[in-house]
């Protein structure tokens, strides 16, 4: 434990990926660090929880972790050695449309493409194509803009992935189930598929989903949380937990701090150090819309109507993509849709710790406007049912996160923004200023999901953010 007069290196302020990111590397560098944690438990968005019935273990927050394995950073951890392990379903991602058919997202290219009727040999073509140079792409994308090393290479993904990913759809294939695939994936942006960008969400995702999976973590995404936390305390790491930090003054003497929260908090506990004219930047810093999120104990597996749909652990529910599309575009309007769409997934058909046996636990959320307060449950129940009839059947219990809920159990998810603000073009390069882990006060840093390159489970965030720290006042 921490004492008040003790004096750190570096105090990093939440412990989300991005903090525990930032804090590992910190520490892997020889200095002293300190976690400060403002909810009882440690993890930010990477939480488990018994939400429902005794026996049952949800994923709070996030639940399927693509990112996680493309992360070069967290590869470089030595996890599996603090408990992590990864469970991969038969199925990456299926999406049920109507009359019974699906269309089913493998780790292989061909096996995917020979599912998508006549647009197979496209899908084989044009996603096999990106694959191949994958590697290169990612390593552009997942990390802070910068000039590419090979921009003609670069091209060949970034030039498409501006295009909207509707017209990005409707360009490359010919039918539903592949334009219903990948709208289904890049619905995962939390923007409206008629966004320049959004392609850029669908191909990332869809490529990570060929090259390592849409994996689960054993026992739940706490499991993720642990093992960074246990890894950071052998390098000597502290962490102190129930402690919302509210000022700078109430935090041991440190050369650095950095903070995993979003531009709006970090402006109202360092404004005075800040100054007006940085904190009203971070300020103007736009919110991304909100998430209402549902978990369930089952009594049984969900009854899907295509049976391929029981071998995905992720399951993306919305019909067409057109349906989608409009789906998505209500909410940006400020409005809520009536037939959302619905990211579900399955962990306890993968991974027997998560429910009692012959039980099952379900999770998914659907987008709603930023600080919605409409009940989304029998929206997204009606959806799950529309692809599974007699599902409603099987509720032993629910467990229901509102916008405001998510925000109580953690104040980065302001108004149920689960993306740490707008992923809009160029909201998602330049995030949340154009300084990006830099503040206007040379020892004060910020590390969340508001930083490049944003959103999701894979601590990249925190990993520049703290080599910023080291290349400069930690150095
Ligand atoms: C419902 C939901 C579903 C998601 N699904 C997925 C998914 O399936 N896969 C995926 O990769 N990502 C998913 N995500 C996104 C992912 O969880 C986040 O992108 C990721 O957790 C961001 O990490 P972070 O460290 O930046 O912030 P967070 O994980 O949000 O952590 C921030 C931490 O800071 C703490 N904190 C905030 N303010 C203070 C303060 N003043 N003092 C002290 N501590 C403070 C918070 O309590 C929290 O612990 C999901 C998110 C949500 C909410």
């Not at 990926?17 to 200095?31: D, E, S, Y």
């Not at 509720?395 to 109580?408: F, N, T």
Request: a positive charge.
């Amino acid at each position: 434990m921490s004492s008040p007069a003790r004096r750190y290196d570096a105090i990093v302020v939440g412990s989300g990926p991005n903090g525990l990111a930032a804090a590992i590397t910190l520490a892997r560098a020889g200095r002293s660090v300190c976690v400060y944690e403002a909810q009882p438990e440690p993890g930010g968005g990477a939480r488990s929880a018994n939400l429902t019935l005794p026996g049952f273990t949800h994923d709070l927050f996030s639940a399927v972790h693509p990112l996680a394995l493309e992360s070069a950073f967290f590869q470089s951890l030595p996890l599996e050695g603090y408990g992590l392990e990864w469970i991969h379903s038969p199925v990456e991602v299926a999406h049920p449309l109507e009359g019974g058919g699906a269309a089913l997202l493998r780790r292989s290219v061909d096996e995917t493409a020979a599912g998508l009727g006549r647009d197979g040999p496209a899908y084989r073509r044009r996603i096999g194509a990106l694959l191949a140079d994958w590697t290169y792409f990612k390593s552009e994308f997942l990390r802070p803009v910068r000039l590419p090393r090979h921009p003609l290479r670069l091209a060949r993904f970034g030039l498409p992935a501006l295009l909207p990913a509707r017209l990005f759809g409707r360009l490359v294939f010919r039918e539903e189930p592949a334009r219903a695939l990948f709208a289904g994936i890049a619905a995962h942006s939390s923007l409206p598929l008629d966004a320049p960008g959004t392609t850029a969400f669908g191909l990332m995702l869809l490529l990570a989903g060929h090259n390592v999976g849409w994996p689960l973590p054993r026992g739940g995404a706490g499991a993720i949380s642990q093992a960074l936390l246990l890894y950071f305390q052998s390098l000597g790491g502290e962490l102190v937990t129930a402690t919302p930090v509210e000022n700078l003054a109430q935090l041991p003497s440190a050369r650095a701090v950095l903070f995993d929260v979003g531009p709006g908090q970090l402006a109202r506990i360092a404004g005075v150090e800040l100054g007006p004219s940085f904190t009203a930047r971070l300020r103007r810093f736009p919110r991304a819309a909100g998430v209402f999120k549902l978990d369930w104990a089952l009594r049984g597996p969900i009854p899907w109507t295509n049976p391929h749909v029981a071998q995905a652990a992720t399951v993306h529910l919305g019909g067409t993509a057109g349906e989608m599309a409009a789906s998505e575009r209500t909410v940006a309007q400020g409005k809520t849709s009536e037939r959302p769409f619905v990211l579900l997934v399955q962990p306890s058909l993968f991974d027997a710790t998560r429910a009692p046996a012959g039980n099952h636990t379900a999770w998914a959320y659907c987008h709603v406007p930023n600080g919605s307060t409409v009940d989304m449950t029998a929206r997204i129940e009606a959806q799950v049912e529309r692809f599974a009839p007699g599902f409603r059947d099987l509720i032993l219990a629910r467990h229901v996160l509102s916008p405001a809920g998510l925000e109580q159990r953690n104040a980065n998810l302001v108004g149920g923004d689960i993306s740490g603000g707008s992923v809009f073009l160029p909201h998602l390069f330049l995030r949340p200023t154009a300084r990006l882990y830099r503040t206007s006060h040379a020892k004060l840093f910020i590390c969340s999901s508001s930083t490049p390159p944003g959103s999701g489970v894979h601590g990249l965030c925190g990993y520049y953010a703290a080599n910023e720290a080291l290349a400069t006042v930690l150095k």
